[in-house]
Structures are given as structure tokens and as C-alpha cells.
């Protein structure tokens, strides 16, 4: 069974940075991606930054230049590096894994808050 573990999260100014961590525990497929989402109250969830076993990398527009996500195998950890963050990035970030049979289970989550 696959868990997901987000670390990281935290208060951050305006125009600061964090790095979230997922630690990926368990056994997945050799081909897969794994996505960072946000979910705010009252809002949509947004899939921010995704990447695949082979590194390639999608984001949202709205994270797009300031948002980076990166992947380490040996370690099974992907993480999300976000600089310049903005009030309008407070939500609980976590990440799943897409694999031939869909999304699996998300991990629990880390809060951001952005304020000043």
C-alpha cells in the first residue's frame, strides 16, 4: 500500500518561499506522476505542478514561474519549491500518484498560509 507524507508547510510572508516535501512510502508502478494540489475553502481543488518518473513537468499558470517541482528517486520524495509566494497561495497542499489506474489514496496535507 502507497502512503503520502507532506511536510513543510507553514506561515510565510508575502513574497517569501517554502519547500514542501512528499514522501512516498510503498510500492508504485515504475511509470508514474505525482501531483502536487491545493485545495482553499470555498474554492475548487487546483492540480498546481505535476511530474512524471521520466522528470517532465506540468504547472498551473497561476503557480507558473514561481513554483518548481522536482523529484528525487533515490529517496522517493517530490518536492515543490515555491518563491515568491502570494496570499492567494493559502491552502492545504498534498500529493497523490497517478499511475495506469488513476489517482490513488492523497496524502493528509500540509497548510500554507500566506500573510503578512
Known amino acids: 500500500q502507497v502512503q503520502l507524507v507532506e511536510s513543510g508547510g507553514g506561515l510565510a510572508q508575502p513574497g517569501g518561499s517554502l519547500r514542501l516535501s512528499c514522501a512516498i512510502s510503498g510500492s508504485i508502478p515504475v511509470i508514474n506522476t505525482v501531483g502536487w494540489f491545493r485545495q482553499a475553502p470555498g474554492k475548487e481543488r487546483e492540480l498546481v505542478a505535476a511530474i512524471t518518473s521520466g522528470h517532465t513537468t506540468n504547472y498551473a499558470e497561476s503557480v507558473k514561474g514561481r513554483f518548481t517541482i522536482s523529484r528525487d528517486s533515490v529517496k522517493n520524495t517530490v518536492y515543490l519549491q515555491m518563491n515568491n509566494l502570494k496570499p492567494e497561495d493559502t491552502a492545504l497542499y498534498y500529493c497523490?500518484?497517478?499511475?495506469?489506474?488513476?489517482?490513488?489514496?492523497r496524502g493528509q496535507g500540509t497548510q500554507v498560509t500566506v500573510s503578512s
Open positions: 497523490n500518484v497517478f499511475t495506469r489506474t488513476g489517482w490513488g489514496e
